[in-house]
């Protein structure tokens, strides 16, 4: 998409970073916008984080040029690449991956950060470098800037204006827990809300923290989390309802 948005004449970009299942530390991204990654013997490496465990070199001599009005990358958290508060070990197990699948990709992570940084500046360590699976430090090195993102939507959209005129704030997400208040939109919003003296629900599929306001798990109203994907308008107004008698008995 990002090739394709240059390829009809974009002159900057906004690259909206989080939710992935991949953790290639945006190798995948690199390889689309034209790099190689190539092992010991000059071949490309298989797709996926796995993969990077076999890279030995990268070819950027046909990585497309960002746009001269640059690229941002607004990421949904402050996790770095590697190491226990990197991008296997933080989202890994939100994506099933158990320990030792979590400890192989991030030794492969690893491998990738230090030969991208042999042929292009990279900072594996910074704040929002672990987003999408990392691929916030691979488009990164690529020329992006990474910025919060939270922040940016909410003045690009005119909702940093909104706090402080709402009685309530509603927001969600799949799974609420702890990388919640950690760079994600849902985060971002309700520390909007506490400075702002606004009150909050927090509607999810599933609670795995309790958030600071109202919090309504749609697993729990359905009984369990298939009940809730099977019909999730549903419960949704169910949600709705609930959030609405607990907001009036607090009153």
């Known amino acids: ?24 530390g945006g190798a995948g991204a690199l390889r689309a916008l034209g790099a190689k990654l190539l092992d010991r013997d000059g071949r490309e490496i298989p797709d996926g984080g796995a993969g990077l465990a076999a890279l030995a070199s990268i070819d950027v001599g046909s990585l497309t040029e960002p746009p001269p009005g640059g690229v941002e990358l607004l990421t949904d958290t402050t996790a770095v690449l590697c190491g226990p508060n990197g991008a296997a070990h933080v989202f890994g197990p939100q994506k099933g991956a158990d320990p030792a699948e979590r400890d192989r990709l991030d030794r492969a992570l690893a491998t990738f950060a230090a030969c991208l940084g042999a042929r292009l500046p990279c900072s594996p360590d910074e704040p929002g470098a672990g987003a999408a699976g990392g691929t916030g430090f691979g488009l990164s090195a690529w020329g992006g800037r990474l910025v919060p993102g939270a922040a940016r939507i909410a003045e690009l959209t005119g909702l940093s204006a909104e706090f402080g005129r709402a009685d309530v704030v509603v927001t969600g997400e799949g799974q609420f827990d702890a990388t919640s208040l950690s760079g994600k939109l849902v985060g971002s919003v309700l520390e909007r809300c506490a400075e702002t003296a606004t009150r909050s629900v927090v509607v999810a599929g599933r609670l795995a923290a309790a958030p600071p306001g109202i919090g309504i798990s749609l697993s729990d109203l359905a009984g369990s989390s298939e009940p809730a994907l099977a019909a999730p308008a549903m419960w949704c107004r169910v949600a709705g309802a609930v959030a609405a008698a607990r907001l009036t008995s607090t009153l």
């Open 1 to 24: 998409m990002i090739a394709a948005a240059l390829a009809d004449g974009a002159k900057a970009l906004l690259v909206g970073l989080g939710g992935s299942a991949s953790t290639d």
